[in-house]
T-cell receptor, first 116, second 112 residues
Framework: DAGVIQSPRHEVTEMGQEVTLRCKPI?????LFWYRQTMMRGLELLIY????????DSGMPEDRFSAKMPNASFSTLKIQPSEPRDSAVYFC??????????????FGSGTRLTVV | GQQLNQSPQSMFIQEGEDVSMNCTSS?????WLWYKQDPGEGPVLLIA?????ELTSNGRLTAQFGITRKDSFLNISASIPSDVGIYFC????????????FGEGTQLTVNP
């Protein structure tokens, strides 16, 4: 299995531009999570999906952030318009179920976003 | 905000030394997970603990689930340069069970 695949690995954009981050979860996994990592706040959960349905988006910073999962093999996280404070590493993770012995999320390699 | 407190924040050790780090919470956790993040990569699961008092090993790594269910520790024996990275504890809060909360991480540096 190729694991969780994220693209792009690096993104540099100007303030005000739209940014779209992409994620392909592991085939068969029914949960997908978007995390943001910064030095100040560590790993923060932004939103997660179960069977393509958003379950909890309380971690999404503000309306500029949106996430979709149109099918089981693809999800996007969009920031519009982007701001310098959005600069961070964004991780996608997936898992099979939330049963007691399935808490081991598999993370992608992340997208390092820099907004200038 | 973060619910898990990790210590120490960073460690600088010599190759061959043993390492110990811990994680505490004010809330009860029913699962503890330890992840390692290599530079430029996402976190990778090292050890999972599911029962209070459980002691689990994975090679040179040993982790324990505290009996109060509010703490866990991770030990690394005979450290090697490739142990460098950030180590995170994580766990689902008992009330939610559906989201992982991560500690702030312990940055480990191993000098050859």
């Amino acid at each position: 299995d190729a694991g969780v695949i994220q693209s792009p690995r690096h993104e540099v954009t100007e303030m005000g531009q739209e940014v779209t981050l992409r994620c392909k979860p592991i085939s068969g996994h029914d949960y997908l999570f978007w995390y943001r990592q910064t030095m100040m706040r560590g790993l923060e959960l932004l939103i997660y999906f179960n069977n393509n349905v958003p379950i909890d988006d309380s971690g999404m910073p503000e309306d500029r952030f949106s996430a979709k999962m149109p099918n089981a093999s693809f999800s996007t996280l969009k920031i519009q318009p982007s701001e310098p404070r959005d600069s961070a590493v964004y991780f996608c993770a997936s898992s099979f179920g939330l049963l007691l012995h399935n808490y081991g999320y598999t993370f992608g390699s992340g997208t390092r976003l820099t907004v200038v | 905000g973060q619910q898990l407190n990790q210590s120490p924040q960073s460690m600088f050790i010599q190759e061959g030394e043993d390492v110990s780090m811990n994680c505490t919470s004010s809330s009860i956790f029913n699962t503890w997970l330890w992840y390692k993040q290599d530079p430029g990569e996402g976190p990778v699961l090292l050890i999972a603990l599911y029962k209070a008092g459980e002691l689990t090993s994975n090679g040179r790594l040993t982790a324990q689930f505290g009996i109060t269910r509010k703490d866990s520790f991770l030990n690394i024996s005979a450290s090697i340069p490739s142990d460098v990275g950030i180590y995170f504890c994580a766990g689902p809060k008992e009330t939610s069970g559906s989201r992982l909360t991560f500690g702030e991480g312990t940055q480990l540096t191993v000098n050859p």
